[in-house]
């Protein structure tokens, strides 16, 4: 494929001077655009060794107000980097709402130089493609522009380029020994990229190939590219915005419930309900719980120190009902933990920051490294249960969280990282009976909001959400585990024991 393009294309000056005086205002104005409408913009430049890509992004940002972009250069992953999934540093160095995120290399060194190098083994190669396309995917359906470019030069080329530069001090360092071996073993790497190229070549995410011979052809397409790219994002956010508007207008007067995200009833038969076979009459009696605490917490206490030995991280999320005993079941689980080895994250509404990122965003800058637990006081689930109910979210967008979801999940799972997922179950009776003992207590008075009683009214919405959510994203490599809480200590046990029967099971292999 790459071989037979045509890498004679070249401009001459005067008529590169032409198309740049329109272009490089109208990606100005664009910037604006998207700046005003909420846009963000991701920008990777792949290619080959000196095909250009520092030049052409120099080339690029001259046309872009610096205050709104970031340029990323992507090298070999640092030791942190190495300790979380290799997509984590792409979600940490993700552009907010109406910024510019530009990569000098990008998630793509993981199939092909790191691939080339046999850093990434035959294994792994088909899962880090599964999760590419699935990063990318699920940043353009949630409003991400994703402009993907590729810099192609021919050997010849290439090794013209590399003798010039160095024959200059100045320049020779950007040569290094495994650049050579790439260029003596072209025919193996160009096929190493074309495959990168068919395998990711989508309708959400396409490939811009750019001949890369003449800079001055290059640059002009490049600008060009983006561009169009640009200019149709923003005729389709603006057109969507109108929609949005005329069908509000037309729906001023229908009923609330009507509105709201809740799917219709035969859409949410999901068949038996998963919450309802959980036997809340399972219990211990306090002396029992005592002695099963104190040998599990023991026990946890020598597998958290296993677990950073050998470099294992944990991720571990608790949902239920308000008052289902989330918290008694996590401060248990860590008492006995060493405290440099873990964190507990209690996940809030999303704050200003927050809303302008994918709403995974904010999940992923919080994953653990290798050898650490993180533990999640309800987590990235909000997006099927609370933003549905609530309506903080439209119904296309909670729909495809399950398969986002489960790809994140994946992609933590792929890196060693055990996950559980803890629902806290109890019955509508014993919530009542727990909020009322809480207003009763001084003490845990604030533990009881009127936005706890007024969930308590769509208990039956919030069970057929649950149920489906349970069904939809309970895996082998991240199971649901509903936990019977009517009696809290039988529930603190269920909880521990899993844990540590996950952590045993990791550490045989």
Not at 10 to 18: H, I, N, Q
Not at 295 to 310: A, D, T
Request: one cysteine or more; aromatic letters at 10%.
């Amino acid at each position: 494929m790459l071989e037979k393009l045509d890498l004679t294309k070249a401009l001459e000056k005067d008529e590169y001077k032409e198309k740049m005086l329109k272009l490089t205002p109208e990606i100005g104005k664009l910037q604006r655009e998207c700046k005003d409408l909420g846009i963000p913009i991701m920008i990777a430049f792949e290619g080959y060794d000196a095909a250009g890509k520092g030049v052409q992004i120099s080339e690029l940002i001259k046309a872009l107000d610096p205050r709104g972009f970031e340029v990323h250069a992507v090298k070999t992953e640092t030791k942190e980097e190495r300790m979380h999934p290799f997509l984590w540093r792409f979600w940490t160095k993700m552009p907010a709402k109406g910024r510019i995120a530009i990569y000098d290399s990008s998630w793509y060194r993981k199939v092909l130089i790191d691939r080339f190098d046999k850093k990434t083994k035959k294994n792994e190669l088909a899962k880090a493609y599964d999760s590419i396309c699935a990063f990318e995917e699920q940043l353009t359906s949630d409003g991400m522009v994703l402009i993907k470019i590729f810099l192609t030069i021919d050997k010849k080329e290439q090794k013209k380029r590399f003798k010039k530069l160095l024959s200059s001090k100045e320049t020779a360092w950007r040569v290094g020994p495994d650049d050579r071996k790439r260029n003596k073993e072209f025919e193996k790497y160009q096929a190493i990229n074309e495959e990168m190229l068919l395998k990711t070549d989508t309708e959400y995410a396409p490939w811009n190939i750019v001949e890369a011979v003449d800079k001055r052809f290059a640059t002009a397409k490049i600008y060009s590219i983006v561009a169009k790219i640009l200019a149709q994002k923003v005729r389709d956010v603006k057109e969507q915005k109108r929609a949005v508007q005329e069908k509000a207008a037309r729906m001023a007067e229908t009923p609330a419930a009507a509105m709201s995200g809740q799917a219709p009833d035969s859409d949410r038969k999901m068949g038996e309900s998963i919450l309802s076979r959980a036997d809340l009459s399972l219990s211990y009696t306090k002396e029992e719980y005592k002695q099963r605490l104190n040998e599990l917490q023991k026990r946890i206490e020598q597998l958290h120190g296993e677990l950073y030995r050998r470099r294992i991280p944990v991720v571990l999320g608790f949902e239920g009902w308000d008052a289902g005993g989330k918290g008694g079941a996590i401060k248990r689980l860590t008492e006995k933990m060493d405290p440099r080895g873990y964190v507990v994250h209690p996940t809030a509404s999303p704050n200003d920051i927050e809303r302008q990122h994918h709403y995974l965003w904010r999940f992923w800058m919080d994953m653990p490294k290798a050898g650490h637990v993180t533990i999640f006081d309800r987590t990235w689930y909000g997006r099927v249960m609370v933003e549905r109910i609530e309506g903080f979210c439209t119904r296309q967008e909670w729909q495809r969280a399950y398969k986002e979801i489960n790809s994140m999940e994946r992609d933590l799972a792929d890196a060693g990282a055990i996950v559980l997922k803890f629902w806290m179950q109890i019955d509508k009776d014993e919530q009542e009976r727990r909020f009322k003992a809480r207003q009763e207590n001084p003490e845990k008075q604030w533990k009881i909001t009127d936005e706890d009683w007024r969930n308590r009214e769509k208990w039956e919405q919030y069970e057929e959400a649950v149920n489906e959510m349970l069904i939809r994203t309970s895996t082998p490599y991240a199971p649901w585990v509903v936990v019977e809480g009517n009696n809290k200590y039988y529930a603190r046990i269920k909880v521990l024991e899993t844990v540590v029967k996950a952590i045993e099971e990791r550490l045989k292999d």
